[in-house]
């Protein structure tokens, strides 16, 4: 079931939050699943420090950034006054990058390409950070979006362990935004379970309760908590 953000509560609210997490609770109770399976990640990207408050205040710890200069501009002064906070970087990784967001991120949803790997590893072994690492599969091989393709993807998780040593936990998708999202949801969650993965990053404000139909165990929601941006 898709989830209905069109009733009264206002984004960018307690209730809002509140509202999201039903939907959750919802959607794994008609999965069969427990609420504890799933992580919520609230997208606070574009959003100062003055809109994320009120939500880390109502218990969200879990928050994902697209970029790793605008996550290193306003959460370093956010996690010293509130060190529970867990950061998630769900945004393309610039392989130039890689040292600040090992330094910076919990995890990192976007490793797609034998340069952010070889970045990384230097990083991991640096810095003694262990980030934990998904995939990203560009399901619906769309050109300008980053990714790996699917059929390539059983290689490239191959090598991201054996060439490069790295821990991968899991798979990152978004699929096209004008076709149904549930195949998509599907491919990934297939090719997670061949490769012996755990983790699903399926999901956002519009679908997550179908991400969490097809085993997402991380959705990342946005508008549905802080607004349009």
Request: a neutral charge.
């Amino acid at each position: 079931m898709t989830p209905d953000h069109s009733s009264a509560v206002t984004p960018h609210s307690p209730s809002a939050l509140a509202q999201v997490e039903a939907e959750i609770a919802r959607a794994c109770a008609e999965a069969g699943r427990d609420r504890a399976s799933v992580t919520l990640i609230a997208v606070s990207k574009t959003f100062g420090a003055e809109r994320i408050v009120p939500t880390i205040e109502a218990g969200q710890c879990v928050f994902g950034e697209n970029r790793v200069q605008e996550a290193k501009a306003k959460w370093p002064g956010l996690t010293a006054s509130y060190p529970d906070i867990v950061l998630h970087l769900i945004g393309p990784l610039q392989s130039n990058k890689a040292k600040e967001a090992v330094a910076l991120f919990h995890a990192i949803h976007s490793v797609d390409r034998p340069s952010v790997c070889q970045a990384l590893a230097k990083e991991i072994e640096s810095q003694k950070k262990h980030p934990e690492l998904f995939v990203q599969i560009n399901t619906g091989e769309e050109p300008q979006k980053a990714g790996v393709a699917p059929a390539q993807a059983d290689a490239f998780i191959a090598s991201c362990r054996k060439d490069y040593g790295l821990t991968i936990s899991g798979l990152m998708c978004i699929p096209p935004m004008n076709e149904a999202p549930a195949p998509h949801f599907a491919l990934t969650a297939k090719i997670a379970m061949r490769n012996g993965l755990q983790k699903l990053s399926m999901g956002m404000s519009a679908d997550f309760a179908v991400a969490i139909k097809f085993g997402a165990t991380h959705v990342r929601v946005g508008s549905a908590i802080f607004g349009h941006r």
